[in-house]
Nanobody, 127 residues
Framework: QVQLVESGGGLVQPGGSLRLSCVASGDISQIIAMGWFRQARGKERELVACISREGRTNYAALVKGRFSISRDNAKNRIDLQMSHLEPEDTAVYYC?????????????????????WGQGTQVTVSS
């Protein structure tokens, strides 16, 4: 099974930018869709953005226009460029494979907590 390692998080002031990276240990080119998800303290994990292997993207309403997801199948890498960050973006950010059954329908639900997850990368937006 492909291992995923997230990086790039940190402390940033409101209005700032960060670029997160997710590198997979194996080939992701056949994975129908990959996504970035986040979990704030005391809240459930939620979708941030997802991208199909053909490059079609889908964003959560709260981040649309501020975040951009990209995928490089040759490098087995998924990036998330985040701009105009807000305190409400503070969370641990994870990347993962979108469940196949949903991905073929163009949907991007949060994978099960029982699925394999990486350690994530903490993003803190604060002045």
């Amino acid at each position: 099974q492909v291992q995923l390692v997230e990086s790039g998080g940190g402390l940033v002031q409101p209005g700032g930018s960060l670029r997160l990276s997710c590198v997979a240990s194996g080939d992701i080119s056949q994975i129908i869709a990959m996504g970035w998800f986040r979990q704030a303290r005391g809240k459930e994990r939620e979708l941030v953005a997802c991208i199909s292997r053909e490059g079609r993207t889908n964003y959560a309403a709260l981040v649309k226009g501020r975040f951009s997801i990209s995928r490089d199948n040759a490098k087995n890498r998924i990036d998330l460029q985040m701009s105009h960050l807000e305190p409400e973006d503070t969370a641990v950010y994870y990347c993962n494979k979108v469940p196949t059954g949903a991905a073929v329908l163009g949907l991007c639900p949060v994978p099960s907590p029982d699925d394999q997850w990486g350690q994530g990368t903490q993003v803190t937006v604060s002045s």
